[in-house]
């Protein structure tokens, strides 16, 4: 009879993400995935498969886990500016349970250029963000919100860039100060209507 497993399918790739996120991928060797984990080779092989599958399990993942955050983080009686400076504030200034930096931004600067399945998955994970930033503009141009004038498809795209900027700049822990004036100056693009 074959022996249970004694680890947490989705602890496991908590734990894996965050070790990706400190060494990056190509750093981390497989007997790494194995000391950080403390379980034994064969059943991170039975469980995950190799590196790399192991590393596309832990992206899909993560952006499961960002965009449930997003939607958790997120009230209807919010304005348009709150909403959006509670997405940024998120990313810049992680909670001790989130891992710091972005795994999808490692994975563009890392690994997109030479994996096209990695490529596919960072591109459709930045498209989904941009296509959620729409839908929020959308709703605050319908509520008056924003003035009816404003291109929120051009807007949307400025702030998905911003925001992966964000990402990467918290990897270099930047004073509060810093990154809290950026982000204040980022989002005085929403011009929002007092009409």
């Known amino acids: 009879m ?4 004694t680890f947490d399918y989705e602890e496991i790739l908590d734990q894996v993400t965050t070790l990706f996120l ?10 790494d995935l194995v ?3 403390g379980i034994h080779r064969r059943s991170i092989y039975d469980t ?10 832990s992206l899909k993942k993560y952006a499961r886990f960002v965009n449930q955050n997003y939607f958790s983080l997120l ?3 919010m304005t348009i500016t709150e909403k959006f400076e509670t997405i940024f504030n998120y990313s810049a200034f992680p909670k001790k349970d989130c891992p710091k930096g972005c795994l999808f931004v490692n994975s563009a600067t890392e690994l ?7 490529s596919i998955l960072v591109e459709q994970f930045f498209e989904d963000t941009k296509r959620f930033f729409e839908h929020l503009l959308s709703m605050a141009q319908e509520k008056k ?9 051009t807007l949307a795209s400025y702030l998905n860039n911003a925001l992966i900027g964000i990402r990467v700049l918290v990897r270099c822990s930047p004073a509060e100060k810093e990154l809290t004036n950026i982000i204040s100056t980022t989002l005085s693009v929403l011009k929002v209507n007092h009409n």
Not at 48 to 57: A, R
Not at 147 to 152: G, K, L, Q, S, Y
């Open 75 to 77: 009230k209807d009686s």
């Open 35 to 37: 000391d950080h984990l």
């Open 22 to 31: 400190e060494k990056g991928y190509d750093n981390t060797s497989f007997q």
């Open 112 to 118: 997109a250029m030479r994996d096209k399945e990695i």
């Open 145 to 153: 919100e924003l003035a009816p004038e404003t291109d929120i498809y």
């Open 48 to 57: 995950y498969g190799d590196k790399k599958e192991l590393y596309l399990k």
């Open 2 to 5: 074959a022996r249970a497993k």
